[in-house]
Structures are given as structure tokens and as C-alpha cells.
């Protein structure tokens, strides 16, 4: 985001929030800049001064949501790599454990709006595919560390990455356009399977009975 | 669908192409019942004959799409259950073997767009649980049917079922939404892993070392 000396970080920063309040309200095909001005209690000339188009304004807000969805997804990383992956899973599927900025599920609804929007736009495909690789690549490393350090089995981190990543994805929307809470708790359940029963080595998982 | 006896069928079928075919050339967002009539090439005095409103008409659309989508992902229930898995997977990933009426790309990124607005609509919400019920079934059935001939490990059928159906959700969520064609090989990779390194027994894994 561009800043500047005169406070229009704020400003840009309220017209973000703004964005974010009519966007949950009103739905991605109802979102107009009279929506967000309302919300932001200003006229719309305020947000043209800093945003020439809605086009460009939706390409800073989905910037300012990934920004906010990485922060979120942080993780210790001197953890052992389970613990890692599993915290990572957690966060994914529930949100940060300190309550971030914004309602996880909320923020994801959000997402997903301006996802489905992304088959018709390149630089919201841009965007999306950026915020892809830096969650893959994170499963990647921890996944990496794991085999490493003996824990995980020598499988090909770039796969069990990619596997991690699309039901993670694929449970955001289940739940979201389904409106199921239930979907997050059942995919933490399968995935801790998955990473107990195939992804750590069987020595891990079968210790007191191999002998 | 409602049927009649006065060629009704062929216009409602003929009303159904013709919002598939506005659908993809719009998106949603901009579907209106003039594009769909431009489309039919009739007045939308012919649409609304059947359909009193355009969400009357979406909701038929949508299970219009439901049924063709089920129609593509029926497999052979004689084959062995790891077979039809892999087929199931298959299916869902590509679409049919031999060609369904939809272009398989098309027939997603239009249930996308459906999809992004059921957090808004009840009924929306409705026909895609119950499409989402029908093919979680499809693989529970499946995975009990190689648990019980020995073929599988002794898993939750459940839950191995809720794995696969969303990271198949979430792969197409992906592909479609990035335009990223690539994504499609690389899940049934990890899948096919799954489903022989944590899913089959380990003896028809290591058939050949273990003597």
C-alpha cells in the first residue's frame, strides 16, 4: 500500500475497513463505492481522491486481506516440524489463536468472494497465486524439517504440501458456502490422521508395540 | 424438473442451455433474464412463462447442473474398490471418459459462481449438501467395500471420505479460480499416494520385499 506524511495512511487504512464492513454486509455483487462511502461515513470523492477506479481500490483491498491472513498464519518456527504442521492446519481451519483483526470466518467469506472473481481478473490471480505459494511454501519447509530430522517419512514434500494446501482450501469453502461449522473440526480430524498415519514414519506411530 | 405433455420439456431443457451458455459468457454477476433470452433467442416473455423469477430460474439451473454432475460420476460398482476410487477421483478431477454434454472447466467454474452465493441462499444451500451427501456416500461406500475385502486398512470410512471429497474440492476451487490447468495432475498425485501409501493395507504395498 502506498503511504504517505499527511495521514492518508490512515485514511487508506479506514477506507480498507470500510471496504471489508460493506463487503460482509452487502455481498461481493452488491459492493459499490456509495456502499463503502457509507460505511465510512465520508463522501465517495474522499475515496476517488485515493483510488482512481473500484478496480484499483479491490486490488488494494485484496493485498490488505492477504496481508492480514498471513500475519495471522505465523508460526513458531522452532517448534518441532508435527507440532508445526498440526498449529498450522489449526490456523487454516480456525483462525490465529490471539483473535487477529478480523472474524476468521468472516475474513474467509470475504476471500472467497473476491476468489470467485479471480477466474476474470489477473491481478486478483496474481495476487491469489502469490498468497498460494507462500502458504504451499511454508508446508513445504516444515514438511522438509520433518524428513530432516527423521520424524517424517521420506515422502516428496512438494506433494504432501500440495495435498495439505487443497483440503485445507477445499474445507474453507465447503464450510463457508455451506454455512457448516461442523466441516473445520472434521477436517482437523482427517488430517491429523493423515499426518500421524502416513506422514510420520510408522516407528513414530507404533512404537510400544514393534518391539 | 416439472414436465409437460406441450413440448414444455424440450423448452425448459432449451431455457437451461441457454443460462449455462450466458453463465459462462457473463458470469454471474451480470447474468440477467435478457442475456438468457438473447441466448434462447426468444423474448424473456418465453422465460418467464416457466419461470416466474430469476431465482426461481437458478434454482431449477442449479439442479439442472447437480444432475449432470452426478450423471458424469457414475462408475462401475463391479470394479475393485481401489480401482473405483481412483476412477471416482479421476472423474472428478477431468470429468467423464467419454465426454458429458458440458465442457468438464466449464460446467465447475459455473458451479463456482453458484456456489460463492449460497451463503446468501437457503435453497442454493440445500441441492448442494444433498449433491455434496450424494458423492461423500459414493466414497464412504467405496472405502467400506475395500475395508471389507481386506484391501484397505481398518480407517474411518468417513473420514478418509470427508479427506478426499474436499482436497478434490479444494483442487478445483484452485484451478478454477487461478486458471492454473496444472493443478488437476498434481492432486491426483498426492491422491493416488493417499490412497496407496496411508489407504491400502501395507502387504499390497510391500507385496514383492516381504516375501
Known amino acids: 500500500m502506498v503511504t504517505?506524511?499527511?495521514g492518508s495512511d490512515d485514511t487508506q487504512e479506514a477506507i480498507m475497513?470500510?471496504?471489508?464492513?460493506?463487503l460482509c454486509e452487502h455481498g461481493y455483487a452488491n459492493l459499490t463505492m456509495q456502499s463503502?462511502?457509507?460505511?465510512l461515513d465520508k463522501t465517495k470523492g474522499v475515496i476517488h481522491y485515493h483510488y482512481d477506479t473500484k478496480d484499483a481500490l479491490l486490488v488494494?483491498?485484496?493485498?490488505y486481506l492477504l496481508e492480514a491472513f498471513e500475519r495471522n498464519?505465523?508460526?513458531?518456527?522452532?517448534?518441532?516440524?508435527?507440532?508445526?504442521?498440526?498449529?498450522l492446519i489449526d490456523t487454516l481451519l480456525f483462525g490465529p489463536p490471539e483473535r487477529g483483526e478480523f472474524d476468521h470466518w468472516e475474513l474467509m467469506t470475504a476471500l472467497l468472494e473476491i476468489r470467485t472473481q479471480a477466474p476474470f481478473d489477473e491481478e486478483f490471480r496474481r495476487q491469489l497465486s502469490q498468497n498460494y505459494?507462500?502458504?504451499?511454501?511454508?508446508?513445504?519447509?516444515?514438511?522438509?524439517d520433518g524428513i530432516e530430522q527423521g520424524l517424517f517419512r521420506d515422502v516428496d514434500p512438494e506433494l504432501a504440501a500440495h495435498l495439505l494446501?487443497?483440503?485445507?482450501?477445499?474445507?474453507?469453502?465447503?464450510?463457508?458456502t455451506l454455512q457448516r461449522d461442523d466441516i473445520a473440526e472434521a477436517t482437523k480430524e482427517s488430517l491429523e490422521e493423515i499426518v500421524y498415519g502416513w506422514l510420520c514414519?510408522?516407528?513414530?506411530?507404533v512404537d510400544t508395540s514393534s518391539g
Chains 1, 2 share one sequence.
Open 165 to 176: 494446501f487443497i483440503s485445507l482450501n477445499g474445507a474453507r469453502v465447503y464450510q463457508v
Open 60 to 63: 488494494a483491498f485484496l493485498e
Open 4 to 6: 504517505g506524511s499527511d
Open 36 to 39: 463503502i462511502a457509507d460505511e
Open 17 to 22: 475497513r470500510a471496504t471489508y464492513r460493506a
Open 201 to 205: 514414519r510408522p516407528e513414530a506411530d
Open 133 to 144: 505459494e507462500t502458504v504451499e511454501a511454508m508446508f513445504v519447509a516444515t514438511v522438509e
Open 73 to 87: 498464519i505465523a508460526v513458531d518456527e522452532d517448534a518441532p516440524p508435527d507440532e508445526r504442521l498440526l498449529t
